[in-house]
């Protein structure tokens, strides 16, 4: 992988973009990678507007400023011009105008496979540590994740499987 790699993650409220994004930063850091991490959401508890920009990097981070991500995940229709993101993950039923874009069921996989649309968020995590080749067993997830820890490792472990 070519280091730094900025990504993007934006989503409604209750999407869990927060908490996906702060877990991923963290193991990032943990294994020995430089990582920043800027949040932007509305006030709104739930159907509010949330953002992630996370830069990962081999060396320190001068600019975590993020202009054009490497990779774009959307869990919510936005309006970000995606047409020059190289990288571009949707949930299903999210449009995109990206010829880059690729959907996949995070939340509906939740929902019908784990019986619990709440680790959507969690499903893609574990595509995202995929994609950045980091293997499950190196993570102690007991570290981050106080709640429903079985659960939440079942959803990695999902989207782990999935083709990213």
């Known amino acids: 992988m ?3 790699v ?8 209750g999407h869990g973009i927060k908490l996906l994004s702060t877990i991923f930063v963290k193991v990032m850091s943990d294994l020995g990678r430089e990582a920043s991490l800027s949040l932007e959401y509305d006030s709104a508890v739930r159907g509010g507007n949330t ?3 996370i830069v990962i ?3 320190k981070i001068l600019n975590p400023v993020i202009e054009t991500p490497h990779l774009l995940i959307s869990t919510a229709n936005n309006n970000f011009q995606t047409d020059t993101v ?5 949930d299903d039923g999210v449009t995109s105008s990206s010829e880059n874009a690729k959907a996949y069921p995070f939340y509906a996989t939740a929902r019908d496979e784990l019986q619990n ?6 499903i893609i995590l574990g595509a995202l540590l995929k994609y950045f080749d980091v293997k499950l ?5 007991s570290h981050y994740i106080r709640k429903y820890l079985e659960l939440n490792l079942r959803a990695l472990n999902i989207g782990y499987g999935f083709d990213v």
């Open 2 to 4: 070519n280091y730094p």
């Open 137 to 141: 067993e190196q993570v102690d997830f």
């Open 6 to 13: 900025k990504i993007k993650i934006i989503g409604a409220g």
């Open 117 to 122: 649309v709440r680790v959507g968020n969690m």
């Open 57 to 59: 990097s081999d060396k």
């Open 86 to 90: 190289p990288t571009v993950w949707i």
């Open 51 to 53: 953002a992630a920009d």
